[in-house]
């Protein structure tokens, strides 16, 4: 079975799906040649063209801790089922002797205890991470290299006819699945290459290309000391993360600020309120909460003691409005972040705040639709600028979005006519390539947003949320 109208968490669109690469790319920063290499299979998958008799795809992830293996797996639940938890997961560390194998499979009729004993990868199981919107299991072995040898060994029938036979006799059918094995096997020779080539030492991104290659060549060289050559063979891609380099491990930071504003967003409704960390608080984080040895594993833990506990304290004890802005700063002495509370009035964000989206693609159009809608949005659509003329005559509206690239004009063009009309409202301009300078000087002026293309949906709602719960929110006081 393929794809079965396949979803992001939010759309129930298949539009999603086609844009996998990016979506997955978003998801897990700075590894371009592990989604890379993982995309095809899944699409190969969802076209009903995977070989029958073998799992879709079996994988090998290797790399230093931190840098997004297992990330990666949970991105794809993610995508693909809408849920990260959509997994199933093997700890191989619980399966380092003979005898814990057995568990994994259950014991046969006959033995002590067989039916207290509840095998580990049962169909029932594999099927429970599939979802109304794909029948892709994703199976995850961590820590490979500390399986038993008969774990490897019943791994090999797995990879090999997509079947497995329980204790009791039971099969289980693999071929609507894709393995993922992880590993840190050569990670710390990988991390002495590195330590003076890229990443925290950055600036010799030159050379790159050069330390990527012999990375990978470390790592395969560690896994072919360890495992058969018949169990290596056949993997069809062995992966190596490369370290973060600090733009990806910044990027990272974005996405669990943006993460905890939509927390905020969902959780408090119309009470919830906009979270602004200065450069010299990111800075900060990072700078606890990331380093060379456990790459980005640490960043969320740093953020929830410095950031979201205190934000929550705050929150318990009454002392955030809805519509404030919470600035969180930097202490004097560089080693505390504070939290500034700066009140906003006291009218409530809207409940079902409108907006115009105008795009000429249509796939990319109703897929911002669902996802809006899905975050509660009162949302009209037009496709050039002549319809959104029309809409905007007969409709009051919160914000509007607009492509640049329009068929009959520009979407800056387009902006600046409804700014005319209401200096208050609020409007993002989308873009695949920067605007010309221009523009972007006039946008910058009249506090037009631009988005560059790809983004995601969260991204563009944290953008519109925050902006109506600023404090000059002027804006649905005009829509009113
Ligand atoms: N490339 C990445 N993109 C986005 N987030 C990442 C990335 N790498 C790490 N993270 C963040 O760090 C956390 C830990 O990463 P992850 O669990 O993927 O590490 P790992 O590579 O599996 O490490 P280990 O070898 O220790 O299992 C993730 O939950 C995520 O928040
Ligand atoms: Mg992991």
Redesign the pocket.
């Known amino acids: 079975m393929g794809l079965r109208g396949a979803d992001l968490s939010m759309t129930g669109k298949p539009e999603a799906l086609r844009n996998l690469l990016v979506l997955l790319s978003q ?5 371009p040649a592990a989604m890379k290499s993982i995309v095809p299979y899944i699409q190969m998958y969802m076209a009903d063209l995977s070989p029958a008799g073998r799992p879709v795809g079996v994988f090998l ?1 290797l ?10 797996v ?2 794809i639940a993610d995508v693909l089922h809408g849920s990260e938890k959509k997994v199933l997961k093997v700890d191989c560390g619980g399966y380092q002797m003979e005898h814990e194998v057995a568990k994994l499979i259950g014991s046969p009729p006959g033995y002590l205890g067989h039916r207290e004993t509840q095998p580990v990868l049962t169909q029932a199981r594999l099927d429970a991470v599939t979802s109304e919107y794909c029948g892709l299991s994703l199976v995850l072995f ?2 490979i290299e500390k399986a038993a040898p008969s774990l490897t060994q019943l791994l090999l029938g797995i990879m090999d006819k997509a079947t497995l036979q329980l204790g009791d006799g039971n099969t289980v059918n693999f071929e609507n699945a894709l393995l993922f094995f ?3 096997l050569g ?1 710390r020779e990988m991390m002495k290459e590195t330590s003076e080539s890229f990443g925290f030492r950055a600036g010799v991104s030159r050379e790159r290309g050069d330390v990527t290659t012999r990375l990978e060549n470390i790592a395969l060289n560690a896994v072919k000391k360890k495992f058969a050559p018949e169990f290596v063979n056949r993997i069809d891609a062995v992966i190596t ?1 490369l370290p ?1 380099e600090t733009e ?1 491990l910044s ?2 930071l974005d ?2 600020i943006t993460e905890l504003q939509s927390h905020v967003n969902t959780r408090l409704g119309a009470r919830c309120f906009s979270i602004e960390v200065t450069p010299e608080s990111r800075e900060f984080l990072l700078r606890k909460g990331t380093s060379a040895e ?7 833990r740093t953020i929830h003691r410095h950031l979201t506990q205190p934000l929550a304290a705050l929150v318990a004890g009454g002392q955030v409005d809805a519509g404030a802005r919470v600035n969180v700063e930097l202490d004097a002495d560089g080693e505390r972040l504070s939290l500034r509370v700066v009140s906003g009035e006291e009218v409530p964000i809207p409940v079902h705040p409108s907006v115009l989206i105008v795009d000429d693609n249509r796939d990319l159009l109703n897929f911002l639709k669902s996802a809006m809608i899905h975050a509660q949005w009162d949302v009209e659509t037009a496709e050039s600028l002549h319809a959104a003329r029309d809409l905007f005559e007969s409709k009051k509206f919160n914000a509007v979005v607009l492509d640049y690239m329009l068929p009959d004009g520009t979407g800056v063009e387009l902006a600046l006519e409804f700014h005319a009309r209401n200096h208050a409202l609020r409007q993002v301009v989308m873009c695949g390539v920067p605007l010309p300078p221009g523009e972007q000087e006039m946008c910058k002026e009249l506090k037009f947003s631009v988005l560059q293309k790809p983004f995601l949906p969260t991204t563009l709602l944290n953008l519109l949320r925050s902006h109506l719960s600023s404090p000059t929110r002027a804006v649905q006081r005009a829509a009113k």
């Open positions: 998801k897990v920063v700075g590894q992830l790399g230093p801790t931190g840098t997004g293996k297992t990330k990666t949970e991105a961590d820590e992880t590993s840190n990670a993360y973060l990806s990027q990272i996405q669990h456990f790459g980005a594993r640490e960043l969320k």
